[in-house]
């Protein structure tokens, strides 16, 4: 698999040396980009944990899930954002915009 691939409801960054059936499997995130409510979804009901980083590497988000959940951007400053999903053994990191 490669390490970056697109997800056409955001950007998807895949751990390297994961094989394809290893990956955490269609997560969505919408919309994107996202004026104050980041809306995120995947088909698996699996216990996650979401971070979600500034680009210079802060932590501004921790919060765990199941299936879906809602992130509150109206106190985030305009720019773009890493969100990175856990489970298990696995991790994907995807972007999002804040406008």
């Known amino acids: 698999t490669s390490i970056a691939e697109i997800n056409l409801r955001g950007y998807r960054t895949s751990e390297a040396g994961l094989n394809e059936n290893e990956s955490l499997q269609q997560i969505s995130i919408y919309p994107n980009p996202a004026t104050d409510i980041l ?51 696995k991790s994907e990191t995807y972007r999002f915009v804040k406008l």
């Open 39 to 89: 809306h995120v979804y995947t088909k698996q009901n699996e216990n996650y944990k979401l971070e979600v980083y500034s680009l210079e590497g802060a932590l501004i988000l921790n919060k765990s899930f199941n299936q879906e959940t809602t992130i509150d951007l109206s106190e985030f400053n305009q720019g773009v954002y890493l969100i990175k999903f856990s489970a298990a053994l």
